[in-house]
């Protein structure tokens, strides 16, 4: 009952309301039943488009109502009531058809709430018009003109009306420069308007033009809103000046002016309000990550520096890693992945205070900048974190996902003279140490820890390891692979190696790639060793050159990489046949469902495929056959103990004559030995490579008949670590 009697009450209210402005218009009747402008038919609109069609009723019993005491009888008045209930009612539903938004955004949107409008009012030319014939016994022209009359009438309150309510119920007055702006505008157009009235009938329409730069003014700087208010005023000097010249064609003129300045200022507001949301936009997309709606890298960088430069309070950085998170993207897929991210933005945002700055670094790492930070409270913020954290689950389907994350904290206190990058290193070091210690749990970092020292360490390696493949640190080397059949001649086979440039320096080889390995740089190295050897295949396209390139397993599974691959040859102008791309068997078999697609693609263009360290796996013979290989190569432990261990003469015997079968070439590695060769050969083996047989020397220098090769280093690190790509 309450429910109902506060609707009947605002229905009451809105009757008066609309009857009070109705009768105000009525002043402007200024011929016969023609009057320019009837605001109560644009704050109808306006309330049913705010508040529902269930008010239709004010609309019809203050028409009514008002037609009646105008001597109107009962049933003739009520049929003015329905008409007004029939226009708003179409407007309103056009309006919600075509998704018109009350604030207008855009100029689609604009032009839509226009044509809902006309098309709504244009129902009273004949609905008015046969009213007027069959009551008042007009003519068909002159009942045609007066609903045509009528027409205008509701289009010019319309337009005028409905977005003065609507804009200023849902928006405030501009902020700064531009308030004052439009308040004195305003104030102006006021004074202006009085100033019209006040000059003789002859000069009023002339001066009526000067007021259309202060309706613009209004729009540019105070939107929808702006413009409505100023053509508003408008409108009531229209009302008022029908009462100084009682000509149509001079009331139509000046109505036109009016329709005119409204609409140019609304198609002013939305273009402009449009430019600014963009530029706000673009700006906001500058400053925050496009997935999760954080702060991203470079505006975090920027608080970073402000909070540098703060000398009166501390901050805390701290760094968030999520745990088994690419569990759910290699489960469901990267679009479960971005959802899930973006809810567990959302947790950790709700968990922090409301002054910490938190942004999404890429991938799967967050970190957050906290204020007036103290040791325990960022303990206290970090425990929070894990909570949330660990309660977080994530639903796909019917399975269910949860994660962890490790937290590295450090301090930037107000002396603190490091930069950003050092900053986000030491809580990166110290979200290392906590990965390293057992995972979901937070690490404060300690220059003194010896894992803080050992990660420092590697940082400065992974910095020197990229400055080496921009700057020419590396060289690519080559390892001869000869042909131990008498009854074959004439190849020419080698395998890339990666070696330092100088070969005085204290990085091995071997940490190099166990280092690019630990932090996902093994692609851009592969990347580099295949654009460098494709660059010598080019300069040897003639010859019958063949280069093996080690490929490590997370390039093999990389994206971009068989595309990367199979356009080699084409961009470098060399044959696909030159370039052999070299796997182990562990990463093959491991790895199996995913690499038999990417292998059969790369064999089927003409780019060979050896299977390295050959032997090592228990199912060496049966995954054999599901791969495409041509060439395998014989794990060089075989070859070391042969003579030694009988089992390894065994061991090779059977391989070969596995890979007999099969037309795949069988070459033994690690041959440091030249006596090994005849047994090798009784074996079964056709091709051998090792230090006894050609030490590897510089990739220029393979195709210049090298033959001396005491001068190079014998140190080449492990087999099977060396690099490739």
């Known amino acids: 009952m309450r429910v109902q009697a506060h609707f009947l009450g605002r229905i009451v209210l809105f009757t008066l309301l609309l009857s009070v402005v109705a009768s105000l218009a009525a002043f402007a009747q200024a011929y016969e039943h023609f009057i320019p402008i009837w605001p109560s038919s644009g704050i109808g609109l306006a309330l049913l488009w705010r508040h529902g069609a269930r008010y239709w009723p004010a609309i019809f019993l203050s028409d009514t109502a008002l037609t009646m005491i105008s001597g109107t009888p009962m049933l003739a008045a009520s049929g003015n009531g329905w008409l007004e209930v029939l226009i708003m009612m179409t407007a309103l539903r056009l309006l919600q058809h075509w998704q ?7 100029v689609r949107q604009f032009f839509r709430f226009v044509a809902a409008l006309l098309v709504a009012s244009s129902l009273a030319i004949p609905i008015y018009g046969l009213r007027v014939y ?31 309510i609507v804009a200023w119920s849902q928006q405030k007055l501009p902020y700064g420069r531009n308030r004052g702006i439009f308040l004195a505008s305003m104030c102006v157009l006021t004074v202006a308007c009085f100033a019209v009235l006040s000059v003789s009938p002859a000069l009023q329409d002339r001066l009526l033009f000067l007021l259309l730069p202060i309706v613009v003014i209004c729009s540019v700087v105070a939107g929808i809103g702006g413009a409505s ?22 009331t139509l003129l000046r109505s036109f002016f009016v329709l005119s300045a409204a609409l140019t200022g609304y198609l002013l507001a939305v273009v402009f309000g449009e430019r600014d949301r963009t530029a706000t936009e673009m700006e906001f997309r500058a400053r925050h990550d496009a997935l999760t709606g954080l702060l991203n890298r470079y505006e975090f960088e920027c608080r970073v520096h402000v909070a540098l430069r703060d000398l009166t309070r501390p901050h805390a950085l701290l760094y968030l890693d999520l745990d088994q998170f690419k ?39 967050f970190a957050c900048l906290l204020p007036d930070a103290t040791v325990d409270g960022v303990e206290g913020i970090a425990r929070k974190l894990h909570d949330a954290v660990r309660s977080f689950e994530f639903c796909v389907d019917e399975r269910r996902f949860t994660v962890d994350v490790s937290i590295g904290t450090t301090f930037l206190s107000p002396a603190d003279d490091h930069s950003y990058d050092d900053v986000l290193a030491r809580a990166d070091v110290a979200c290392y140490v906590a990965k390293e210690q057992g995972r979901n749990r937070t690490h404060a970092y300690n220059a003194a820890d010896a894992a803080m020292r050992d990660r420092h360490s590697d940082i400065q390696r992974i910095s020197q390891l990229r400055a080496g493949l921009a ?17 074959t001649t004439g190849e020419n086979d080698y395998e890339v190696l990666l070696r330092h440039a100088d070969p005085n320096s204290t990085m091995r080889i071997e940490n190099v790639f166990e280092l690019a390995q630990r932090y996902g740089l093994s692609a851009k190295i592969d990347h580099w060793v295949l654009e460098q050897t494709a660059q010598f295949l080019r300069n040897h396209s003639g010859t019958n050159l063949r280069l093996n390139v080690n490929v490590a397993a997370t390039t093999l599974e990389s994206e971009g990489f068989l595309e990367f691959v199979l356009a080699l040859p084409e961009r470098h102008g060399f044959l696909a046949s030159q ?8 990463v093959a078999v491991q790895n199996l469902t995913r690499a038999v697609q990417t292998l059969r693609t790369l064999s089927e263009s003409g780019i060979a495929i050896c299977l390295d360290d050959f032997g090592t796996g228990v199912a060496s013979f049966g995954y054999l056959s599901d791969l495409p290989v041509s060439i395998v190569k014989i794990d060089g432990r075989f070859v070391r103990d042969l003579g030694a261990d009988p089992a390894a003469e065994i061991v090779i015997e059977s391989l070969t004559r596995i890979a007999a079968l099969r037309n795949i070439r069988c070459v033994a590695e690690w041959v440091e030995d ?8 009784k074996l079964g083996v056709t091709h051998a490579q090792g230090h006894a047989i050609h030490r590897p020397a510089p990739l220029a220098l393979v195709m210049c008949g090298l033959k001396d090769h005491a001068s190079y280093p014998n140190d080449i690190g492990e087999p099977g670590i060396v690099a490739s790509l």
Do not use: K, W
């Not at 700057?471 to 009854?487: S, T």
């Open 674 to 681: 030249l006596a090994v060769i005849p047994q090798l050969r």
């Open 579 to 586: 370039l052999v791309l070299e796997i182990t068997e562990a």
């Open 100 to 106: 018109v938004r009350t604030s207008l955004p855009d």
């Open 134 to 164: 069959l009551l008042f016994q007009q003519t068909p022209s002159h009942a045609l003109a007066l609903g045509a009359s009528y027409f205008v009438s509701q289009s010019f309150s319309l337009l005028i009306f409905t977005p003065l």
């Open 327 to 365: 569990l759910v993207n290699d489960t469901c897929g990267h679009l479960a992945g971005d959802d899930m991210l973006r809810q567990l933005a959302r947790t950790i945002e709700q968990s922090l205070p409301q002054d910490a700055a938190l942004a999404r670094l890429g991938g799967d790492e």
């Open 229 to 250: 208010a100023a053509s508003a005023l408008l409108a009531m000097l229209l009302i008022a000046m029908a009462q100084t010249s009682a000509s149509i064609e001079d």
């Open 471 to 487: 700057g020419g640190l590396f060289q690519l080397y080559a390892q001869r692979i000869v042909n131990i059949d008498a009854a």
